[in-house]
């Protein structure tokens, strides 16, 4: 969905009674299961697992961010460290990891927040192979201060990748400056409400810019992560690299768990790379509240089922 949508979503969602319903009725547990795995690691893993049986790759996604606390970006430090091992311990399945930067702390201090994250790609690195840590891009106000944090550690890291949003007029020139031969980027269409101003407006901007940042990227030699649902740049994707002959090393079809598994699928069978990213943990009513506001469809089905109750 482009942003015309997303702001009313995005306030229905943000009401109490809407919130209480999802996170309390057996219909919001119904639909959360849809798009988060489970409350724990051991849930990522299991999805992570079934998924390696249908020949899709995993991404790990520990919910939560924008903490208010150093214990609270610490936990959530100790749980990345904590999966990275455990994904170490399976070296059969092909996993990696995603972070929210203000989930390690960024709202609270940035030199902590870096800590943090040195501490996540050390764990990362001290696998016999190298674990991919990426980094989620936030809202606006957060691009600039992760871009940093990224341009910071990749020299030394070079199992760092960062995620670009396309609907940033700003991220062509992003895309420009830290691309390059084998650095990693997500382009995804950008999952928040931003103003017009800073963002495009419509779905033909939105996948003209996404077209062009993921063509340019590719060109230049990164490795790119195609993030999206979206069969129309999916094929467009797909048309760029055999007519450039890129190899599939240096690029994924990326959706999220619970999303299009069909077309999922159909890419494996055309012999295409596919990850799929899974969220797993207790902090998911924002992650959950920026599916909705994706898909007009999933809020009228809330909406039907409160008045059906009588609200
Ligand atoms: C692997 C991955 C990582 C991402 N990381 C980030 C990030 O770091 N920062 C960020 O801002 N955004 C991120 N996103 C989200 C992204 O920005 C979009 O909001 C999201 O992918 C929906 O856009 P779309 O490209 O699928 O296109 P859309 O036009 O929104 O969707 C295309 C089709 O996909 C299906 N679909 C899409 N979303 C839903 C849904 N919620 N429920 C049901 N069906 C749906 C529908 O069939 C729809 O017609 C990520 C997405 C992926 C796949």
Known sequence: MTGLLRGPTLW?????????????????RRVVDRFVAGDDLEA????????????????LDHLGENVESAAQAAAATDGYVQALKRIQETPDIDCNISVKLTQLGLDVSTEMCAENMERVLQTAKSADRALLVMIDME?????????????GLRDRYP???VCLQAYLRRTRDDAHRIGGPGVIIRVAKGAYLEPPGVAFRTRRE???????????????GSVVHVATHDPALIQGAQ???RNRSISNRRYEFQMLYGIR????????????P???YIPYGTHWYPYLTRRLAERPANVWFFLSNLLARGG
Do not use: W
């Not at 229905?12 to 919001?28: A, D, M």
């Not at 809202?139 to 341009?151: E, I, S």
């Open 206 to 220: 939105v996948r003209r810019s996404f077209a062009a940042i993921t063509a340019s990227l590719l060109a230049r």
């Open 261 to 272: 598994r069909d077309l999922q699928q159909a890419l494996v069978r055309e012999g295409e």
């Open 274 to 276: 596919v990850r799929v």
């Open 12 to 28: 229905f969602t943000e009401r109490t009674l809407v919130s209480r319903f999802i996170t309390e009725s057996s219909l919001g």
């Open 159 to 161: 199992n760092v990748g």
């Open 239 to 241: 048309r760029f690299i």
């Open 139 to 151: 809202a606006r106000q957060y691009v600039d201060p992760t871009l940093h944090m990224y341009l």
């Open 44 to 59: 990522g893993m299991a999805a992570a697992r079934s998924l390696h049986t249908l020949g899709i790759r995993a991404m």
